[in-house]
T-cell receptor, first 108, second 113 residues
Framework: GQNIDQPTEMTATEGAIVQINCTYQTSGFNGLFWYQQHAGEAPTFLSY????GLEEKGRFSSFLSRSKGYSYLLLKELQMKDSASYLC?????????FGAGTTVTVRA | DSGVTQTPKHLITATGQRVTLRCSPRSGDLSVYWYQQSLDQGLQFLIQYYNGEERAKGNILERFSAQQFPDLHSELNLSSLELGDSALYFC????????????FGQGTRLTVV
């Protein structure tokens, strides 16, 4: 089975940095994904980590520690359009299993 | 546009009925995943197909079934519908048997009345 935990909500100011943590317990772990989902829309891919370390993609970075079962998504220079739900997902045994998502609200 | 097409976009039906949701994956993608997302719930994995074969099963009810056809499109069949089945149903596709980016369709919003 799998257990994926992430905070329910976070609020930050425009231009700031926010870090969304995700812990997971899965069997047969093969990689960790982050997706962004605006309300009522499809999730869109942000990042993928399979090895330990930091992956940077523009304003978004993602980190993975396999030994600790831990990942984070770092959002820099926050913009109003970044207000959305951020989903952590672990890939194992051919299943991509999602956490409940973290709703990030960006305030002016 | 992710390249994954789901039809219909909206569906309203009565309890006890049966519906079929359709998904066309991105060109070249062999894997199709189905997810259910209810209000206030995360994405719940239902089932995955790879090149026509069932690969993994999640929390899929016995009233639900799916298949992937030779042309790689997939259908999710929901029968004996209950009010609690009202949700957004997403299809996603990827080019390999997992471990790669999955692209999501826009979803089918099912309302059971």
């Amino acid at each position: 089975g799998q257990n994926i935990d992430q905070p329910t909500e976070m609020t930050a100011t425009e231009g700031a940095i926010v870090q969304i943590n995700c812990t997971y317990q899965t069997s047969g772990f093969n990689g960790l994904f982050w997706y962004q989902q605006h309300a009522g829309e499809a999730p869109t891919f942000l990042s993928y980590n399979v090895l330990d370390g930091l992956e940077e993609k523009g304003r978004f970075s993602s980190f993975l520690s396999r030994s600790k079962g831990y990942s984070y998504l770092l959002l820099k220079e926050l913009q109003m359009k970044d207000s959305a739900s951020y989903l952590c997902a672990a890939y194992n045994d051919y299943k991509l299993s999602f956490g409940a998502g973290t709703t990030v609200t960006v305030r002016a | 546009d992710s390249g994954v097409t789901q039809t219909p976009k909206h569906l309203i039906t009565a309890t006890g009925q049966r519906v079929t949701l359709r998904c066309s994956p991105r060109s070249g993608d062999l894997s199709v995943y189905w997810y259910q997302q209810s209000l206030d719930q995360g994405l719940q994995f239902l089932i995955q197909y790879y090149n026509g074969e069932e690969r993994a099963k999640g929390n899929i009810l016995e009233r639900f079934s799916a298949q992937q056809f030779p042309d790689l499109h997939s259908e999710l069949n929901l029968s004996s519908l209950e009010l609690g089945d009202s949700a957004l149903y997403f299809c996603a596709s990827s080019d390999q048997d997992g471990n790669t980016e999955a692209f999501f369709g826009q979803g089918t919003r099912l309302t059971v009345v």
